[in-house]
């Protein structure tokens, strides 16, 4: 192997070094989430976290709490993200406690079975 080579190895070697430690840093601190999970969130859950919704929690099974386990799969803050995303007039349309404590309840694992997180593909 010529001394070329090896150098060009050891730098393909460090990137993926520093790539890796980038994506566990920005995994764990950083929350950056898109409109387009913002407005998938509200598309599935807009029924359960209306403002005017009377206290209705979705089953574990249902479509809104597995687009929260995809979403909260992406980190710990992302569901606080999406809040942070939201407009003026959505929020007022949708109640942000609720959203908050549906991030802790479709999370949370039933002591009867385990539902695997839905893979819902955002
Ligand atoms: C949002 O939901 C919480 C918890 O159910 C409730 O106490 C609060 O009044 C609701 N806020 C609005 C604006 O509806």
Known sequence: MSPNKKVAILFLVVLAAICSLDTVIS???SK???DKQKNYILQVCGH???A???RRLP???DPCCAAVRTLQSHGEGMMQCVIDLLTHAESEQYNATVMLYLKR???QR???FAL???EVMV
Do not use: R
């Open 27 to 29: 995994g764990c601190c």
């Open 32 to 34: 950056t989430c898109t």
């Open 48 to 50: 359960y976290i209306m």
């Open 52 to 54: 005017s919704n009377t």
């Open 59 to 61: 089953p574990k099974s």
């Open 105 to 107: 309840y479709c999370t």
């Open 110 to 112: 039933s002591s009867l």
């Open 116 to 118: 695997p997180s839905a």
